[in-house]
């Protein structure tokens, strides 16, 4: 596709919680990410799509922390996070999950919940000794939590479920409410709907919207097109490790380049 229709994202928006500058990576020869610059709406549910190979996975590791980028700046809330880890991220308060999310050896659905909020008292050996109440209190209010984000999510009854003999929807479910065990700024969601049937997809679907209405920002990447085109608004394109477009769903299914890009490429 000719350069000149890279028009980009949309910039300098009033309130990023989510921005990056000039993000670029490669593997070897491979420009997996070419001066990607976006920004996400607080308080938006910000999609993004392009067809196989145009980035989405290294751009989200990048944002996230879990590549480290050859250019380019992060910022979540105002502040520089690129050279921070991923943990370190997510207590910035940008935390992802991930398309198939890891099964907790080992852990109850319980056990699996409690690994998610952040620097916790009983985690060191001076508060054992010293600030048991404390570590008590702290306990028993992350389990409290756990419980109502699985009450939730519509799964509290797999709550002592060993997390190994959950389906792939379940696991995905555990992985959202564990996620908000953080009170993340935004979170990125990487195709929360891939291999799940239609009704836990519309499940899905409706927890974030909900969320969403009580303030949540989202980026979701994601390749089942009318659940994205239902759920997200604005949508930026990314084709060819760069970025094609931002725009509405409308704007975006009847572009020229984004339908180019979709049938020009590997497909959707």
Same mark, same amino acid.
């Given at each position: ?14 309130d ?11 593997? =070897? =020869?491979?420009?997996a990410t070419?001066?990607?610059s ?11 799509? =392009? ?7 290294t ?36 935390v @992802?999950?991930?398309?198939?999310? @890891? @099964? ?6 319980r ?8 620097p ?8 054992l ?7 008590t ?6 389990i409290?939590?756990?419980?109502? $984000? ?8 797999l ?30 969601l ?33 390749h ?6 239902d759920?997200?608004d ?9 970025? $094609?477009m ?10 020229? @380049? ?10 959707p």
């Amino acid at each position: 596709m000719d350069g000149d229709v890279y028009e980009g994202a949309n910039l300098g928006k009033d309130d990023a919680v989510l921005k990056t500058s000039g993000l670029e990576k490669a593997f =070897g =020869g491979l420009v997996a990410t070419d001066d990607v610059s976006f920004e996400v709406e607080r308080g938006t549910i910000t999609g993004m799509i =392009g067809p196989n190979g145009a980035g989405k996975s290294t751009l989200f590791n990048l944002v996230s922390g879990f590549y480290e980028n050859d250019a380019g700046r992060v910022m979540v809330n105002g502040e520089d996070v690129t050279d921070l880890e991923p943990y370190e991220r997510a207590r910035k308060g940008l935390v @992802r999950t991930f398309q198939t999310p @890891r @099964r907790l050896e080992g852990m109850s659905v319980r056990e699996a919940m409690l690994v998610g909020p952040g620097p916790q008292a009983g985690e060191s050996i001076f508060s054992l000794f010293f600030s048991a109440d404390e570590v008590t209190r702290e306990e028993r209010a992350n389990i409290k939590q756990a419980r109502e $984000l699985l009450e939730r999510f519509e799964i509290a009854h797999l709550i002592d479920q060993p997390s190994t003999e959950l389906s792939g929807g379940q696991l995905k479910l555990v992985e959202l409410a564990r996620a908000f065990t953080t009170n993340p700024d935004i979170l990125l969601l990487d195709e929360p709907v891939a291999g799940v049937n239609p009704t836990l997809a519309n499940d899905i679907k409706r927890f974030i919207r909900e969320l969403n209405e009580e303030g949540q920002t989202f980026l979701i990447i994601e390749h089942d097109m009318p659940f994205i085109m239902d759920l997200a608004d604005p949508i930026i394109v990314l084709d060819q490790g760069k970025v $094609l477009m931002e725009g509405t769903p409308e704007e975006v299914q009847t572009d020229e @380049r984004v339908i180019e890009a979709y049938l020009g490429g590997a497909g959707p």
